[in-house]
C-alpha cells in the first residue's frame, strides 16, 4: 500500500509564504508524475501544480511566479513553496502520486489527505 503524507500547511497572512511537503511511503517501485492539488469550500478541486519524474512542470496560471514546485525523487517527496499569498489561495491541498508498486502491475494514482492552507486578508 502507498501513502501520501501532507505537511506546511497553517494560516498566514496576505503576501506571506509557506512549503508545502508530501513524502510517499509504502510499496513503491516507481513514482511518475506527481503534483499538488487544491480544493477551496464549494469550489472543484483544481490544479495547482504537476511535475514529471524527468522534471517537466506545469503550473495552473493563477500561481505562476509565486508557486514553485520541486521534487527528490531520492525521499520520494515533493515540495510546493508558496510566495506572496493571496486571500484566494485559500484551500486544502492535496498532493497526487503515480505510482507503480510493483514490476508487473499497474500504475494508480494515489492521493495524500490534504493539508489546509488559509490565507488572511
Known amino acids: 500500500q502507498v501513502q501520501l503524507v501532507e505537511s506546511g500547511g497553517g494560516l498566514v497572512q496576505a503576501g506571506g509564504s509557506l512549503r508545502l511537503s508530501c513524502a510517499a511511503s509504502g510499496s513503491i517501485f516507481r513514482i511518475d508524475d506527481m503534483g499538488w492539488y487544491r480544493q477551496a469550500p464549494a469550489k472543484q478541486r483544481e490544479l495547482v501544480a504537476t511535475?514529471?519524474?524527468?522534471?517537466?512542470?506545469n503550473y495552473a496560471d493563477s500561481v505562476k511566479g509565486r508557486f514553485t514546485i520541486s521534487r527528490d525523487n531520492a525521499k520520494n517527496t515533493i515540495y510546493l513553496q508558496m510566495n506572496s499569498l493571496k486571500p484566494e489561495d485559500t484551500a486544502v491541498y492535496y498532493c497526487n502520486a503515480d505510482v507503480k508498486t510493483r514490476v508487473i502491475g499497474p500504475t494508480y494514482k494515489y492521493w495524500g489527505q490534504g493539508t489546509q492552507v488559509t490565507v488572511s486578508s
Open positions: 511535475i514529471t519524474n524527468g522534471g517537466t512542470i
